[in-house]
Nanobody, 126 residues
């Protein structure tokens, strides 16, 4: 059973940057696509970004495109989410997730991901 542990969240002002990290246990990290989702109070969990198992393909929600960058370091079993030009509407708990099957792309649906971290809070003040 893989364990995913997010870190890097915090309270920042609009326009600031944060980098979230998600460290994964186990030796099969490089075989899976990885993704980031977020959930704001009283809202459903939504897709933010994902990266293929090779790292060659990334895709983003329209709301974060051009501001957020997902990357991975397989040597460290870690996926990152660099968040720039943060807005108050980015406030949410951010979750990382591992693709449900080996290889390929995981898509943008939460059901495509099989393992989840506990989340890290990001709060952006105006």
């Amino acid at each position: 059973q893989v364990q995913l542990v997010e870190s890097g969240g915090g309270l920042v002002q609009a326009g600031d940057s944060l980098r979230l990290s998600c460290a994964a246990s186990g030796r099969t990290f490089s075989n899976y696509a990885m993704g980031w989702f977020r959930q704001a109070p009283r809202k459903e969990r939504e897709f933010v970004a994902a990266i293929s198992w090779t790292g060659s393909i990334t895709y983003y929600a329209d709301s974060v495109k051009g501001r957020f960058t997902i990357s991975r370091d397989d040597a460290k079993n870690t996926v990152y989410l660099q968040m720039n030009s943060l807005k108050p509407e980015d406030t949410a708990v951010y979750y990382c997730a591992r693709g449900g099957v080996i290889g390929g792309l995981a898509g943008t649906a939460a059901s495509s991901f099989g393992s989840w971290g506990q989340g890290t809070q990001v709060t952006v003040s105006s």
